[in-house]
């Protein structure tokens, strides 16, 4: 168990305004967990139900009980890198992309998510209701280096799998507040032991959105729920999916993005497996995702 609390950053220009917090100047800077917890139970969330409760869920959470997770609210990015300067550093930050002065297509939700990742090691959990529209903001050339440090989501989305992006986010913050070596999937304990493919029980997460729930799920049982170097082998080569890679330009393909790619060649296949040794989970998924992914 750690010694002192994951601090979780949650940023949102659309928590409920309620008078009481007008009138103590709440929402001009950081909401505390107590505060954000008032506004879950006593508000009206109207569009963002999913959001008020992932706040409810996170708060009342045993780890989160124990002292292990400082949620902190924001309404703009600008008070957060605030205080980062002041010395409050995020683990995790829940980042939503839209703000009033930074609308869909504004440069500045860019540019204030690469000041985040730049003064912070924190994992980034990119939430927009715009989600399908923001990767070509994501794939430039400044959030290469960070690439496995951020992960794009939609508001109460749901995905393949059978968890929506707040059930994910949810059971990411307490694997990574309880350094557990086990996480729940569909109620399931799945039991984790650190290996070359998988660094953390959080990571499972990551293979059940690439696989699919239900393939990992069936995997899971016929390795008894044991997530080990050879179990995660095993699901990564049943799948039989792969990736295309390009040593001359260092460049992973989705295998369905093969147009175009003359100058890339030669290619070479490397299945998930071999992605995870060289590269990691996060790589796989996001060129997946993208279509491509620069080295």
Not at 75 to 88: D, F, R, S
Not at 155 to 162: P, R, Y
Request: charged share 25%; aromatic share 12%; proline share 3%.
């Amino acid at each position: 168990m750690k010694n002192k609390p994951i601090n979780v950053f949650l940023l949102d220009d659309e928590f409920p305004m309620i008078d009481e917090f007008r009138n103590r100047g709440v929402y001009k800077s950081a909401i505390s967990k107590d505060d954000l917890y008032h506004l879950a139970v006593k508000s009206e969330w109207q569009h963002l139900i999913d959001l008020q409760q992932l706040v409810i869920d996170i708060i009342t959470s045993e780890a989160c009980q124990e002292g292990l997770i400082n949620l902190v609210g924001f309404t703009t990015p600008t008070q957060a890198l605030k205080e980062i300067e002041n010395g409050l550093i995020p683990d995790i930050v829940i980042y939503d992309w839209e703000y009033p002065n930074a609308p869909m297509h504004s440069l500045n939700s860019k540019n204030w998510l690469l000041e985040i990742l730049r003064k912070t090691e924190a994992f980034v959990f990119i939430y927009s209701k715009m989600r399908n529209e923001l990767p070509r903001f994501l794939n430039l050339s400044e959030f290469a280096e960070f690439s496995s440090r951020f992960q794009l989501f939609l508001k109460g989305g749901k995905f393949k799998s059978s968890f929506s992006a707040e059930e994910f986010i949810h059971q990411y913050v307490i694997g990574v507040a309880k350094d557990r070596g086990y996480i729940k999937i569909n109620g399931v304990k799945i039991e984790f032991a650190s290996n070359k493919y998988l660094k953390s029980a959080s990571d499972i997460l990551f293979l059940q959105r690439i696989l699919g729930n239900q393939f990992v799920l069936d995997e899971l049982n016929k390795i008894d729920f044991t997530v080990n170097e050879l179990g995660v082998e095993k699901i990564l080569n049943d799948s039989a999916g792969y990736l295309l890679f390009s040593e001359k330009k260092n460049v992973l393909l989705n295998p369905t993005n093969t147009s175009n790619t003359k100058e890339l060649e030669p290619l070479i296949k490397l299945s998930y497996a071999e992605v995870l040794k060289r590269f990691s989970i996060n790589i796989l998924e996001d060129t997946l995702e993208r279509g491509f992914l620069v080295m």
